[in-house]
């Protein structure tokens, strides 16, 4: 893909306290910090859907991340903006695991 294609970024997080109370913190802290960045064409955060437990659905997460952003440029920007960066500080002594996947999209 060229460097003008859309880039999508999605971030799985699963939690080492994955209370209610810890899960809506990280929803709402993704809300305050993630949003609005320039570039950023789609945002959405939200939880694993607890009836969907076929044996292909990776329910190995507590918070789903998806962005979607209009070039690799803006994602770059993204990864090193200061709110981007407060975001990762302010909760990463609360991530178990954090898996992300960014693909190119036609």
């Known amino acids: ?3 003008s294609s859309r880039l999508a970024h999605i971030v799985y997080f699963s939690l080492s306290d994955n209370s209610a109370t810890k899960i809506q913190e990280l929803l709402d802290s993704c809300k305050t910090y993630l ?5 950023l064409e789609f945002f959405a ?3 694993l859907n607890p009836d ?5 659905n990776d329910r190995g997460f507590d918070v789903a991340l998806h962005t979607v952003f209009s070039n690799r ?7 090193s903006a ?5 975001f990762i500080e302010k909760n990463k002594g609360n991530w178990r695991q954090v ?3 960014d693909s190119d999209l036609a």
């Open 52 to 56: 969907l437990a076929r044996p292909v």
């Open 73 to 79: 440029a803006a994602h770059d920007a993204y990864q």
């Open 35 to 39: 949003d609005s960045h320039p570039g």
């Open 82 to 86: 200061p709110r981007h960066l407060e």
């Open 45 to 47: 955060v939200g939880t």
């Open 1 to 3: 893909m060229s460097e």
């Open 99 to 101: 898996r992300v996947f």
